[in-house]
Structure formats: C-alpha cells, structure tokens
C-alpha cells in the first residue's frame, strides 16, 4: 500500500487541523484477520491526509505501526518478537540522527495496552481497536512526550471519524474490497478474546456502509466482502425493503459497478430464513459461506459456549445446500478444547465427512488469559492436539481438492483481479473464491470473463479465457 500524501486535497492543515508532516513515511504491518486489514488501510488512509507516504522498508520508516493479533498465543508472542527487531531498527535510525515513532494496534494493544510499553520501552503509543480515529491525535501527543495508551472503547463513531479513501488509493488497492459492517462480539465463546478486543457488537448504518460502497466503486471496485466478527448479527437498519444483512445487499447490489458480494464471518445462531433466502433469491451473492463451526462434539460446543448442536450445523448447511445447490461452505475448527476426549474429537471427524468442506480453517486450541475456557480443567497436551489437527486437516485437504477437482472442465466466472507471476498471464477469483490465473491481457482486470477451468495445480486453477463478456 502506498498513500497519497495529496488525498483529501488540503495543503495547509490535516486531519484534525494538526500541521502536515512533509515528506514522512509509515510502515503499516498488519497480522490476523481481513478487519486488520481493512483497519490498516483504514488508518493509511487518514495517514495520507497527514502527509504520510508508505512503505515497506521499516528503516526508512519515520513511523511504525504494529497492527496485531491476539487470537492465538503464537499470533501474540510474535508483536514482542517483531517489536524487539524494530526496537534495533530504532535505535539504528537514531544513530543517523532519524527519529522514528514506534505504535501498537489492534488486538494486542487493546487486550494488554501498558504491558506492552512495559516490556518494550521503544513503543510510544498504544491505539486501541475502537481509537484509529485518534491516530493523529496521538501523534501529536507522541511527539516528544512520554509513551502513552489510548485503548477507550467509547470514543464515538470510530467509522464516521476516520478520513475516506482517495479514488487513487482505491485503485492501488484492486477490484476488490473489504468493508467492515459489524464490529465486536455478544457471544462469549468461552475460548474466544474478540468480544475483550473488540468490544459489543456494532452494527455500521446501512447509509454509511453504501455511501462507502459507491465510493469504492466509483475507483474501480466490483467486488467487496462485508466483514464482521459477527457479520448474520448486523442490524444498521434502513437497507433494502428485506430485513437485515440481506437487506444491506440489495442495497448494495444496486451501486453500479457492483458485481460480487460477500461477507464473512457469520455464526450458526445468527443464519436465519432470511439470509439463506437470499443466496437463493439474490444473483450478486456469491455462492460462499464462512460459516464456522468449531466442533463436532454437543459437549464440547456446550462446553464452548456455542449455543448450538453439530445437528443444528448440519441442519442449516441442508437449508443453505437446498436454497443454493452449488454452496461453497467453510468452516473454522478448534482442536483440543479443555475435556475434548478422542471421542469428541471422532465427532469432529464424523461432522467434517457428513458436510464435505470447500476450504477450512483449524487450529489447536490456544489458552487466553481472561477467557473462561483458560480456567477450565482438562487441557489435552500439545502432542495429541497436534495428531488431532493433522488427522482432521488431512480430511480437510481431501475435501478442498474433491471440490475443486470436480470444477474441472466446467466453464466458470472469473473476476480478474491482478497480473499474474508469469508475463503475460492474469489472475482472479471464481465465485467460489477459487484462484485462477489464465493467458490474458492486463485490460482484462476488473472485468468478469467465462473462463474454463481447464487444469487444476496445487492452489489453483489454470483456465482458458472464453470469447464474449461475462454479465
Ligand atoms: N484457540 C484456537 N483457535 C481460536 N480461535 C479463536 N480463539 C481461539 C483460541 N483461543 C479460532 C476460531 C475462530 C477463528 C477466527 O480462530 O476457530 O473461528
Ligand atoms: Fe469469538 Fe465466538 Fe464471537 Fe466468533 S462468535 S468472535 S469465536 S466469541
């Protein structure tokens, strides 16, 4: 990503009316999830009204921000690990006589804010998730004065606040786009930090998510995912004449250069009639759902704090099967909860051969301290959760192979998103969310073609550009 120091046209004053910085450059590094990286560009994007270009070389960074994960322990320990390297990277520039502003974001920053200045004194501020409108707030207060966090979670519309992308800068980013609709978490998983980190959940208005659409669009964007830690729970009210998030994607369906929708990540309790009409009924809606489960096992999702049975999955996966036969499904799983017995592990299995998954997430379950899973007894050891996740990721490989092999030959849409490695070729996605890469030329970008899948390599398909234009 790089940011456009002209963005919002204004010469004099910044964001917030602060002096522009000249000539300044930020490295955004973000892990985790896709609302990390929609928060990055997010915050790149109020940057640039600031004067900040970015880059990718941390040591010509005169500002870096660390946009963290803390959903698993490894995904945290590595923010210590990353800060220490440029803590040296500090400490070299300050030998040339450069200074650099050294931040931490997202999910770490909100879940451990003053232990993180504790352990590693080179951070000068922390910004907590629901802060990124502050950036340039804290900025200023960075400068020069001692190391701060600023993790309020009631610090007003976070979304309304932060500068909108420049048509440039959306151009940079491809034709395709993350939104964030829904923020936070009610549910409580009992192994989950995001509803600590990210707060209540919180729907965005329908009008300023579709204001936000039509500008994406208008920069060359044609298809964008909704994003959400709870996306089925989102109730901004005043979409379409249906009820909630489908009502939302008609809306959005009717900005012009719209062509893909979807959304990601949705709970079982949250997938109602409505939702499942709307792959049925709604041609914009891409045959894809993330919908996960975790685990097979009723005693284990009782234990989880799911408030669903694996029937329940099973017999929503049915409606959404009947509803839009050709359904990729997805799914997240979690191996080696506290008490999970072989038996409840074989539950997982059975469930996982029952569905047939076109792609999947699993991990070994990893403890967070203030979640109440981490209290529970019964932790299985590392070995068995990682013979557990290798069985069921073995299943799962199986099942995404099947599902693609068995697209070969058809003649499938392709929206072309990028160059592709070799000279000459393109890439993009499938409906199904599937990689493609074919001979083409690069006008083709942005556009859908039929394509037939004509081979299918390790990740992804090599196919054949059809004459005529896709709708
Ligand atoms: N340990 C392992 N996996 C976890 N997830 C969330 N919390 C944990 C944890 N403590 C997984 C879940 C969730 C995905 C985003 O990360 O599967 O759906
Ligand atoms: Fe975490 Fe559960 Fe909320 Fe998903 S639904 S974000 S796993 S607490």
Redesign the pocket.
Known sequence: MTVDSTAAGTDAAGFAGLPRAKNQKVLIKSYG?QMNVYDAARMADSLGVEGYSETKDAGEADLVILNTCH??ERASEKVYSELGRMNEIKEARAAKGLSTVLAVAGCVAQAEGPELIRRQPAVDFVIGTQSYHQLPEALKRAAGGPAFVMTDFDTGDKFQQLVPPVAEKIKSRGVTAFVTVQEGCDKF?A????PYTRGVELSRPARQIVEEVERLANAGVRDVTLLGQNVNAWNGGAGGPRAGLPGLFEKIAGVPGISRIRYM?SHPCDMDDGLIEAHRDMPALMPYLHL?V?SGSDRVLKAMNRKHRAADYVKIIERVRRARPDIAISS???VGFPGETQSDFEDTMRLVREIGFASA????????PG?P?ADLPGHPDEAMKSRRLLELQILLEEQRRAFNQARVGTMTEVLFEKEGRHKGQIGGKTPHMQAVHAEGPAELIGQIRLVELAELGSNSFRGRIAGGTAP
Do not use: E, G, L, N
């Not at 192994?191 to 995001?194: D, G, I, L, T």
């Open positions: 999830c959903i698993r998983c192994f989950c930090v995001v990540t996960p975790q997240d799983f979690i997430y699993s991990f070994k379950y990893s403890s967070r979640t899973a």
